[in-house]
């Protein structure tokens, strides 16, 4: 069974006195151990459709199940907090607080089992995406792009959830660090059994996926 | 990381924030702390005063009015006096009544010179008159205003039959008169009429009376002795200037002349009750005693209500202060911690998309805000011990400048009341203010209950944020 399945997916914006479907009726699975690439050109339903499948917005109309249960019955809250993380293009790390810390919070707001020692926990994760114990305890503003990107998927692996969505993760990285990131995210689904769903319009990022996944050829339609 | 860990993360690194919310918290905080010492040490020195005065109660009608009574016919006037009297003895006799007094006086009964003394020309120029009594104890002594150190208090048949016998004041002794208990004091009665001949009042009869001395005091150094000192040398039993007065009676009812007859009065009425507590009841037993007479009364609380007056109005001014620095504060806090809020909105949103309880964010606001604030309002009560001692006494000062001297005299007429003859500068110098243990927890709970209430604005902003709207824009 798929670990999240969409169908007939439907989400449209008001525009004026029209409503402007982004999302019509989509219909797709996602499996653990695999990253699938969203690409499609820009406005063409990308990032609401990661803003569905994260619960950050509810769906006009179709499901979203994890599990084969809907997430609304799950709860919106629940899920994002026991079944998802999310990396974002720029980042969204706590400024105030250092690399480990931001791991901290993500771990303990997640309801999911994690181990005893918090810190070592976290500490770990971080090493294992290349942020070393100094920068651990260096505020985040103070870290590079790279470094700071590195670290929003440590606190997405510090939660112990099934899924990883990324928005963009390497739109504000340069050639290099954007590698290392999709080789990290790439790592995740092969190596820790997670299903890594990444919404790109970096070509790079989406040869690197198992699945491409093209909204751009179900388009937008206006409806009166 | 869990709730208290992100709050003292929070408050400990967004510095800036911390130090304009601390900030404002302390300065309004002192205003709170300040107005709410003022408050209950306005408090403390009323409870204080009562305790020091007492509950008593002191009647008051035209009889006991040396002005209003000539204005009275003689119908009138005795109809006034019966009622006194009666009232008098009615209350006196109640459970809640400890003792009671009455003091007579009669203008008509004067000190006479005499060659082998000279006590006119000593202190008493003023005039020196007949304080009458009734009691076999002064009802004085128990208000500890003089002790007796030689001979004895009058007997129950020298006020019953209103003796010639006088209780002097030890400060006569003084004056170089050696006076020794059995000794004697002339004073003389003088009667006048009004002679149409020479269109003038003159003396138509005088009588000397012998007062034998029977017992000596000495006044209880206090303010009030002053005052007594020019006033009340001399006790003698009421009802020998009853006697007296009645002579005078019978003296012009025999004879044609338009008397200009001094009328006895009743200097002062007054009883005091076990304690403060039975003050309330009796009070109502003395409204029902003196209903539909011309009759009032007045109550140690009206005394210290009267002391008081500026304390109260300063008390009061800070309640309104207290009132008025709380609505600030709300308002100074929702308006900061929601200006702070908004530039967390992407902090906010991270909590969100991580699938934080809304709950517990809004949990995590409050907490930030207390923990600022109440740091704050701790800290103020450190410096309010002294700008409330400063600003009180500022106030209290600027507004005794504004009293005009009427609760003077009201304090003076009501000595009676107010046997320390306390006034108002007494009352400022003794205000201390102090906050106490119980003013620290009230200022608490109304500082938390203030940045509770600052904190729905904030909150409500919070409650309609979309962590997609912050995270994906």
């Given at each position: 069974?798929?670990?999240?399945?969409?169908?007939?997916?439907?989400?449209?914006?008001?525009?004026?006195?029209?409503?402007?479907?982004?999302?019509d009726?989509?219909?797709?699975?996602?499996?653990?151990?695999?990253?699938?690439?969203?690409?499609?050109?820009?406005?063409?339903?990308?990032?609401?459709?990661?803003?569905?499948?994260?619960?950050?917005?509810?769906?006009?109309?179709?499901?979203i199940?994890?599990?084969?249960?809907?997430?609304?019955?799950?709860?919106?809250?629940?899920?994002?907090?026991?079944?998802?993380?999310?990396?974002?293009?720029?980042?969204?790390?706590?400024?105030?607080?250092?690399?480990?810390?931001?791991?901290?919070?993500?771990?303990?707001?997640?309801?999911?089992?994690?181990?005893?020692?918090?810190?070592?926990?976290?500490?770990?994760?971080?090493?294992?995406?290349?942020?070393?114990?100094k920068?651990?305890?260096?505020?985040?503003?103070?870290?590079?792009?790279?470094?700071?990107?590195?670290?929003?998927?440590?606190?997405?692996?510090?939660?112990?959830?099934?899924?990883?969505?990324?928005?963009?993760?390497?739109?504000?990285?340069?050639?290099?660090?954007?590698?290392?990131?999709?080789?990290?995210?790439?790592?995740?689904?092969?190596?820790?059994n997670?299903?890594?769903?990444?919404?790109?319009?970096d070509?790079?990022?989406?040869?690197?996926?198992?699945?491409?996944?093209?909204?751009?050829?179900?388009?937008?339609?206006?409806k009166? | 990381?869990?709730?208290?860990?992100?709050?003292?993360?929070?408050?400990?690194?967004?510095?800036?924030?911390?130090?304009?919310?601390?900030?404002?918290?302390?300065?309004?905080?002192?205003?709170?702390?300040?107005?709410?010492?003022?408050?209950?040490?306005?408090?403390?020195i009323?409870?204080?005063?009562?305790?020091?005065?007492?509950?008593?109660?002191?009647?008051?009608?035209p009889?006991?009015?040396?002005?209003?009574?000539?204005?009275?016919?003689?119908?009138?006037?005795?109809?006034?006096?019966?009622?006194?009297?009666?009232?008098?003895?009615?209350?006196?006799?109640?459970?809640?009544?400890s003792?009671?007094?009455?003091?007579?006086?009669?203008?008509?009964?004067?000190?006479l010179?005499?060659?082998?003394?000279?006590?006119n020309?000593?202190?008493?120029?003023?005039?020196?008159?007949?304080?009458?009594?009734?009691?076999l104890?002064?009802?004085?002594?128990?208000?500890?205003?003089?002790?007796?150190?030689?001979?004895?208090?009058?007997?129950?048949?020298?006020?019953?039959?209103?003796?010639?016998?006088?209780?002097?004041?030890?400060?006569?002794?003084?004056?170089?008169?050696?006076?020794?208990?059995?000794?004697?004091?002339?004073?003389?009665?003088?009667?006048?009429?009004?002679?149409?001949?020479?269109?003038?009042?003159?003396?138509?009869?005088?009588?000397?009376?012998?007062?034998?001395?029977?017992?000596?005091?000495?006044?209880?150094?206090?303010?009030?002795?002053?005052?007594?000192?020019?006033?009340?040398?001399?006790?003698?039993?009421?009802?020998?200037?009853?006697?007296?007065?009645?002579?005078?009676?019978?003296?012009?009812?025999?004879?044609?002349?338009?008397?200009?007859?001094?009328?006895?009065?009743?200097?002062?009425?007054?009883?005091?009750?076990?304690?403060?507590l039975?003050?309330?009841?009796?009070?109502?037993?003395?409204?029902?005693?003196?209903?539909?007479?011309?009759?009032?009364?007045?109550?140690?609380?009206?005394?210290?209500?009267?002391?008081?007056?500026?304390?109260?109005?300063?008390?009061?001014?800070?309640?309104?202060?207290?009132?008025?620095?709380?609505?600030?504060?709300?308002?100074?806090?929702?308006?900061?911690?929601?200006?702070?809020?908004?530039?967390?909105?992407?902090?906010?949103?991270?909590?969100?998309?991580?699938?934080?309880?809304?709950?517990?964010?809004?949990?995590?606001?409050?907490?930030?805000?207390?923990?600022?604030?109440?740091?704050?309002?701790?800290?103020?009560?450190?410096?309010?011990?002294?700008?409330?001692?400063?600003?009180?006494?500022?106030?209290?000062?600027?507004?005794?400048?504004y009293?005009?001297?009427?609760?003077d005299?009201?304090?003076?007429?009501?000595?009676?009341?107010?046997?320390?003859?306390?006034?108002?500068?007494?009352?400022?110098?003794?205000?201390?203010?102090?906050?106490?243990?119980?003013?620290?927890?009230?200022?608490?709970?109304?500082?938390?209950?203030?940045?509770?209430?600052?904190?729905?604005?904030?909150?409500?902003?919070?409650?309609?944020?979309?962590?997609?709207?912050?995270?994906?824009?």
């Open positions: 069974m798929s670990i999240l399945e969409v169908k007939d997916l439907t989400f449209s914006y008001p525009d004026g006195d029209v409503k402007r479907i982004i999302l009726h989509i219909s797709e699975s996602f499996d653990q151990g695999k990253f699938y690439a969203i690409v499609g050109f820009s406005g063409c339903g990308k990032t609401t459709f990661l803003s569905l499948i994260a619960a950050l917005d509810k769906p006009e109309s179709g499901s199940m994890y599990q084969g249960k809907e997430i609304s019955e799950i709860g919106y809250e629940k899920y994002r907090r026991n079944h998802i993380s999310i990396v974002f293009q720029n980042y969204n790390l706590i400024p105030y607080m250092n690399a480990l810390e931001n791991v901290r919070v993500a771990m303990g707001i997640t309801e999911n089992p994690l181990g005893d020692d918090m810190t070592r926990l976290a500490l770990e994760h971080l090493f294992s995406v290349g942020i070393d114990e920068k651990a305890k260096r505020r985040v503003n103070r870290l590079s792009g790279g470094e700071q990107q590195r670290v929003a998927i440590a606190r997405a692996l510090s939660t112990n959830v099934d899924i990883i969505l990324a928005d963009e993760p390497t739109g504000n990285l340069d050639r290099k660090s954007s590698e290392v990131i999709v080789d990290l995210l790439s790592e995740l689904a092969h190596q820790r997670k299903c890594v769903i990444v919404v790109t319009h070509q790079n990022v989406a040869k690197k996926s198992d699945k491409i996944i093209n909204l751009q050829t179900i388009g937008m339609k206006l009166s | 990381m869990k709730l208290f860990k992100r709050v003292l993360v929070s408050v400990l690194r967004r510095k800036t924030c911390t130090l304009i919310l601390l900030l404002l918290t302390f300065l309004i905080g002192n205003v709170m702390a300040v107005s709410i010492a003022i408050q209950q040490s306005s408090k403390g009323e409870e204080n005063l009562l305790n020091r005065i007492g509950g008593k109660v002191l009647l008051k009608s009889i006991t009015d040396q002005n209003q009574i000539y204005a009275l016919s003689d119908e009138d006037y005795e109809k006034a006096w019966k009622e006194f009297i009666d009232s008098y003895e009615n209350l006196s006799s109640k459970e809640k009544v003792y009671a007094d009455i003091h007579y006086h009669y203008n008509s009964i004067q000190l010179d005499s060659e082998k003394y000279d006590l020309n000593k202190h008493y120029e003023n005039g020196s008159y007949l304080h009458g009594v009734d009691s104890v002064f009802t004085d002594e128990k208000e500890e205003l003089l002790t007796l150190n030689k001979g004895s208090y009058f007997t129950k048949e020298m006020l019953d039959d209103g003796w010639d016998v006088m209780i002097i004041s030890d400060q006569v002794t003084r004056d170089q008169v050696p006076f020794q208990i059995g000794d004697r004091i002339d004073f003389s009665l003088i009667l006048t009429a009004y002679d149409p001949a020479q269109s003038q009042t003159v003396s138509v009869y005088e009588k000397v009376i012998s007062y034998e001395i029977v017992g000596i005091y000495q006044q209880i150094d206090n303010k009030y002795s002053d005052i007594q000192n020019d006033l009340e040398l001399f006790y003698v039993p009421n009802q020998n200037l009853v006697k007296y007065e009645q002579f005078a009676k019978d003296f012009f009812s025999k004879s044609n002349m338009e008397p200009n007859r001094d009328r006895l009065w009743i200097e002062s009425c007054m009883f005091r009750v076990h304690s403060l039975d003050l309330p009841v009796f009070k109502n037993t003395v409204l029902n005693e003196i209903e539909d007479k011309q009759i009032n009364f007045y109550t140690s609380e009206d005394s210290v209500e009267g002391l008081l007056g500026t304390i109260k109005t300063l008390s009061s001014l800070s309640e309104n202060v207290l009132w008025f620095s709380m609505g600030a504060m709300c308002i100074a806090v929702a308006l900061v911690t929601f200006y702070f809020v908004k530039e967390r909105k992407h902090e906010i949103g991270i909590y969100l998309s991580l699938g934080m309880d809304k709950k517990e964010l809004l949990i995590q606001i409050v907490f930030e805000t207390l923990f600022v604030g109440l740091l704050g309002i701790i800290l103020s009560i450190g410096s309010q011990k002294y700008l409330s001692q400063s600003f009180s006494d500022y106030l209290v000062e600027t507004m005794i400048r009293e005009d001297t009427e609760k005299k009201f304090v003076t007429n009501h000595h009676v009341l107010n046997p320390d003859h306390l006034t108002h500068e007494d009352i400022v110098s003794q205000y201390e203010v102090h906050i106490q243990g119980q003013d620290l927890i009230l200022l608490l709970i109304l500082g938390s209950c203030t940045l509770i209430i600052s904190c729905l604005l904030p909150l409500g902003y919070i409650v309609i944020l979309k962590p997609k709207n912050i995270m994906l824009e």
